[in-house]
């Protein structure tokens, strides 16, 4: 195992020494003072890279590679054996810098792989951070740059691990102004917090497999002693696709809380279009066979924050957890949306990738009750 971590870090500004790359280099002096010296970091200049943006000829959905030959090719491989990313823009009309924008345009590549090849060729697990200022003092300036660089981070593999988002710094130099805001990062990265973080998360593919294998061998142990013990139906879901998580009030909610009713499981994404278009079909479905025995339960893959404004804006009325990826690893999830519909046992009866219609999910729904 290589013991040497390697950190990406890219600067998205247009702008030389701008307010993104000074935290930039803030973070990274952090780490350069901390007790940890085994790492490398890799600095990406977006606007100095010959980086075409993506032709959109497709060609990475039948071979997996990208036809394009120039400096990307290089960047591809630092996102590979990167153990942790960070990135840092400015905004521009709500989103990332169109020299950051035209490297992650390229990551199609991995988007490829990973939903089209169902080809996994990253070998490390790594987290990822966001640093990104705003002349703007709108709260949700911010939003569509997360949800871009969120997009990026699932192909990559990447964990979004924290933000740094700082409004109301236009002018170059501004941030030099805002002491907290260099104080807050620089700490981050000197912290011990990050170096665990760092340390922690690498591991390769020969691991992940032994770790994978020893949990099927205690699972099976565990649920054949359990089967043992007690053959009550009513019992069977504590057995069956079981999982606790936390809504946005940081109440712990576990399938089994739902015992003995028809589960209808989604799991989903504020960023994902489809998964946006079933949100009002969920509501009026749920509130049609709420009282018939039929729990609607959604998993999110966003923040808490997210998913607070998102459940406001659509009125959603059903339970919604917030999962940061070990629900959707265990459960396979691959593509978002899908729902499964669930037995009063927790069996899975139904399962459907992509986008359901109100009259499928109706149709699956009565075939059970």
């Keep these: 195992m290589d013991l040497n971590k390697k950190i990406l870090a890219i600067y998205g500004s247009p702008r030389q020494n ?13 780490i350069e003072n901390s007790s940890f010296n085994n790492y490398t970091v890799n600095k990406v200049f977006a606007s100095k890279v010959n980086v075409s943006p993506c032709r959109e000829c497709r060609v990475c959905s039948k071979t997996g590679e990208c036809v394009v030959k120039d400096e990307m090719q290089d960047i591809f491989k ?12 400015p905004i521009f009309f709500t989103t990332v810098s169109g020299y950051l924008k035209a490297i992650i345009d390229r990551c199609q590549r ?7 090849h169902r080809k ?35 192909v990559v593999y990447a964990n979004y691990y924290l933000d740094f988002l700082y409004n109301n710094i236009d002018f170059k130099g501004d941030i030099l102004k805002n002491k907290n805001a260099m104080n807050e990062i620089y700490n981050f990265g000197k912290s011990k917090k990050f170096e665990n973080l760092l340390k922690g998360v690498s591991m390769n593919k020969k691991l992940s497999f032994i770790f994978f294998v020893a949990l099927i061998i205690i699972s099976i142990i565990f649920i054949g002693c359990s089967n043992a013990k007690a053959e ?45 278009a079933e ?32 459940i406001q804006a659509y009125d959603i009325n059903y339970t919604l957890l917030i999962d940061g990826g070990q629900v959707s690893k265990q459960w396979g999830i691959r593509a978002v949306p899908a729902t499964f519909i669930l037995g ?12 359901m219609e109100k009259s499928k999910l109706v149709s699956e729904i009565e075939k059970r009750l």
């Design 279 to 310: 949100i009002p079909d969920f509501v009026e479905t749920y509130n049609e066979y709420k009282e018939k025995g039929v729990e609607f339960v959604g998993v999110s893959m966003d923040s808490k924050s997210d998913l607070r404004q998102f």
């Design 110 to 116: 991995f988007w490829s792989l990973k939903y089209e």
């Design 344 to 355: 009063r046992n927790g069996e899975v009866l139904f399962k459907n990738i992509g986008l």
């Design 232 to 276: 009550n139906p009513d019992n069977d879901l504590t057995y069956k696709n079981n999982f606790t998580l936390e809504n946005i009030d940081d109440e712990e909610i576990s399938l089994s809380d739902f015992k003995g009713k028809l589960i209808v499981l989604n799991f989903w994404a504020t960023w994902c279009p489809p998964c946006k």
């Design 18 to 30: 701008g307010n993104t790359s000074t935290l930039m280099d803030k973070f990274l002096e952090g």
């Design 120 to 154: 996994n060729i990253f070998t490390k697990e790594k987290n990822g951070i966001f640093i990104s200022c705003a002349g703007s003092g709108a709260k949700d300036i911010f939003e569509c740059s997360k949800k871009v660089i969120r997009s990026l981070f699932d």
């Design 78 to 89: 630092l996102f590979i054996e990167a153990d942790f990313i960070a990135i840092a823009s």
